[in-house]
């Protein structure tokens, strides 16, 4: 039996909807799963490597250093009974002055939640690097005990030692006398004691020295926060105390990886992302950009570690020190670097020039003083590393008496766009490109920037100016939203139900052609053609379902924004109702009590146990389980059944794909924010709503009656003295070419075939 062509039709609508939901699904779980196998044990690196200063900054500026001690001495602290600082090398023998100073370092800023300060800023002895960077107005929970931490120092034991990384640590400076060959001087510290004094809070000195006790390099570090300010000043300077010239090289890292999001949904969204400026002669506005040559997720920045043997000829893997800038694609474009940042989901760090955005009329600077950007890898064991980056400087001439700066900005705070671009340096740096509203992958290039930007002020409009409920704002978005796309939904839905039905009528006379001419199969094709020409159907009604991938990326979009809005962050529905009415101490004090989080009906306060593809289960989540019942009323009392009869196998594939929009659908969204299972429930709801009312709409005027829609074609060719539909446009040039095609093919099987 030949397969009803209207049970095809609603099979094809049916399937163009899974893929639109599945997209959108798998873009946010792609994430879940590692770009590469799992790397193999490695050995520990014995800790005489750890304390060599030379590791913790390469000479020679290669991108992969040749051995695995290389690779993971970029930011090693030695144990408490490591040696003492290396000693002085063959020439003048230089060294940094140890500090006995002891105990710990005094806090900058402030994490007073109801300050104006933002920041707070512990330190850590090694390398005068940042211990833990607070952000006062953000927490981890909705609880509001504990502030987010976008830095922090990572510490790994192993073998008897300790391994660091330190956020914005001193590392070494590479100095060349005029005349002399060039030394490395660590600056990390070590069992001997510390290498900077602090001499005021946040404000450190260390001295170089030669091995006569004379002062060489005197270098000090000042870190600085403001009021109502996401900024950290990091003022740096070499002061040569010679008589002699010298070429220096500074060493510090830069930032490291924030941490792993909480949330199971859409994977780990950390990121690697770098502005730079084009040559002044193809921009001499100066205004930084980014392309993805210089966007690089967590996955592909971390790679794959490689083997190598260690000092005692035992086999080991390390991560190479894989380069970031400069690149071919930097070098061959003269490209200069402007800034570069680690991001998660909802915050970044990021580190930028110092400059006046009214001394360079709007545009930005160079970050000048870094030559090279490293990549660095702190190896805890698969699924415990830590990336940072490590800045080293060009060769910088100092004068006798002279400075050399290697100062810089530090951006640290929310991934919103409005706060980023409050402040005037970062709205020159447009810094506000590190906030990305797309689940990138296959999707990601039909997520337009425009798109997105208006859902974003449309949303935070509502909230603002009307409402002030997330909740609240999210579901009349939906109502906007699909207002304004009603026309095309429409009209999308009317042609592929009138083309449905004619094809449905002419189902018959089509059977008994395929009966007579089904041993040739060219005589069945004219014969077809010439059918549907005398039915008046149109090949072009088929394209009916176009106009309706036309609406996937402003939905996509809409999804990425719900996702990625730092705005909604431990923001509560409907005003805290439930906050209100059950006390915190309960297990239904989550319900809706944060839109980033799911809405955890019933919250457990731990994870239970983890489901594959779902994640870990620690609390029953509604809004889910309401998504699978309104797909089930959907399918069930609001699809039309075909009339047409079908065949077991076809009535198998429509119950499979019914049950997997049922279930599998709102069981991969178990685990999603709040926010996006509101939109999904509520925009089902609307699309229930809207179908039924555009079926009534073509009931009350008729626009299913297979003999006027045939009327009509014919009163339309007699009044234009052609077939269309339509007053042209877009759809009307589509149908006009699929007729004219139609109009070939007739001509083409009516010609005589030439016999053999």
């Keep these: 039996m030949p397969k009803p062509t209207n049970t095809g039709r609603r099979i094809l609508v049916t399937l163009i909807a899974l893929a639109v939901g599945g997209l959108i699904v798998y873009t946010t779980l792609r994430g879940t799963t590692p770009s590469s196998p799992p790397p193999p044990p490695i050995a520990q690196v014995p800790s005489s490597v750890a304390t060599e200063p030379a590791a913790a900054a390469p000479l020679s500026g290669e991108a992969a250093p040749k051995d695995a001690a290389q690779a993971t001495a970029a930011a090693s602290t030695p144990p408490p009974a490591a040696p003492s600082a290396p000693a002085a090398s063959a020439g003048t023998g230089y060294r940094a002055r140890v500090d006995g100073a002891t105990g710990d370092l005094a806090e900058i800023g402030s994490t007073d939640a109801k300050g104006k300060v933002r920041l707070g800023i512990e330190f850590a002895s090694s390398g005068a690097g940042v211990k833990a960077l607070r952000l006062a107005h953000h927490f981890q929970t909705i609880e509001e005990k504990e502030h987010v931490r976008v830095q922090r120092q990572h510490d790994i034991a192993r073998g008897g030692q300790v391994e660091s990384l330190v956020p914005f640590a001193a590392l070494a400076v590479e100095i060349t006398p005029e005349g002399g060959k060039p030394e490395f001087v660590a600056l990390f510290g070590d069992a001997a004691g510390r290498v900077w004094r602090q001499t005021a809070p946040g404000a450190f000195e260390a001295v170089i020295e030669d091995d006569q006790g004379r002062d060489v390099l005197v270098l000090t570090r000042r870190f600085s926060v403001a009021e109502d300010s996401s900024q950290i000043k990091v003022e740096q300077a070499m002061m040569n105390a010679t008589g002699t010239p010298l070429t220096v090289r500074w060493f510090q890292t830069g930032p490291v990886d924030l941490d792993l999001d909480a949330a199971a949904y859409g994977g780990d969204r950390r990121h690697l ?297 431990h923001q509560n529905a409907f005003y805290g109702v439930f906050q209100s009415v059950f006390p915190s101490g309960s297990m239904f004090w989550h319900f809706l009590g944060d839109m980033a989080e799911p809405d955890r009906l019933i919250y457990f306060g731990r994870e239970l146990f983890n489901i594959p593809l779902i994640g870990p289960f620690s609390s029953v989540n509604l809004l889910p389980l309401i998504l699978g019942v309104m797909y089930y009323l959907q399918q069930t009392y609001f699809t039309p059944q075909t009339t047409a009869p079908t065949t077991p196998e076809q009535e198998m594939q429509m119950k499979i794909m019914k049950y997997m929009t049922i279930f599998l659908f709102p069981l991969l969204m178990y685990n999603a924010p709040a926010g996006l299972s509101l939109y999904f429930a509520v925009n089902t709801t609307l699309a229930i709503v809207e179908s039924k009312w555009i079926r009534s709409y073509m009931e009350r005027h008729d626009m299913l009656n297979v003999d006027k829609m045939k009327a009509e074609r014919q009163a339309r060719a007699a009044a234009k003295g052609k077939a269309t539909s339509g007053q042209g446009g877009l759809l009307a040039a589509l149908e006009r070419y699929a007729q004219e095609k139609q109009k070939q093919t007739e001509r083409h099987f009516g010609q005589d075939r030439p016999k053999r």
């Excluded at 035992?314 to 061959?332: G, I, K, L, M, V």
């Excluded at 859902?455 to 704002?473: E, K, Q, T």
């Excluded at 004619?502 to 077809?528: C, H, R, V, W």
Aim: hydrophobic share 45%.
């Design 273 to 569: 992302r770098i502005g730079h400026l084009l040559p002044v002669a193809r921009d001499p506005q100066r205004i930084p950009v980014t392309m993805g040559a210089f966007d690089k997720a967590h996955a592909t920045l971390l790679s794959q570690r490689f083997g190598a043997t260690d000092a005692t000829g035992a086999a080991t893997f390390a991560y190479r020190d894989f380069t970031q800038w400069p690149t071919p694609e930097s070098e061959q474009g003269g490209l200069e670097l402007s800034w570069l940042a680690f991001n998660n989901r909802y915050f970044g760090v990021a580190v930028h020039p110092l400059f006046d955005p009214i001394a360079t009329k709007g545009g930005a600077a160079p970050l000048s003083w870094v030559g090279q950007v490293d990549r660095v890898v702190l190896d805890g064991g698969d699924g415990a590393q830590v990336i940072g980056l490590r800045l080293a400087s060009r060769p910088l001439a100092v004068a006798p008496g002279g400075k050399a700066d290697v100062s810089h900005g530090v951006f640290a705070g929310p991934l919103a766009r409005k706060e980023i671009s409050s402040e005037p340096v970062y709205k020159a740096m447009r810094l506000k490109d590190i906030v990305v509203y797309n689940f990138g992958g296959p999707c990601g290039w039909c997520t337009f920037e425009s798109i997105t930007s208006l859902l974003l002020w449309i949303m935070r409009s509502l909230h603002d100016r009307v409402f002030g409920d997330w909740a609240l704002s999210i579901i009349v978005l939906v109502v906007i939203v699909r207002t304004c796309l009603h026309p095309l939904t429409r009209w999308t839905q009317i042609k592929m139900a009138r083309f449905g039905k004619q094809m449905q009528a002419m189902q018959p006379k089509q059977k008994i052609l395929q009966e007579k001419y089904g041993s040739d199969p060219a005589k069945l094709q004219a014969e077809t053609t010439k059918l549907w020409r005398e039915e008046g159907i149109s090949p072009a009604g088929f394209l009916g379902c176009l106009p309706a991938f036309a609406q996937t990326p402003v939905w996509i979009a809409l999804s990425g924004v719900l996702f990625f809005a730092v705005e909604l962050r």
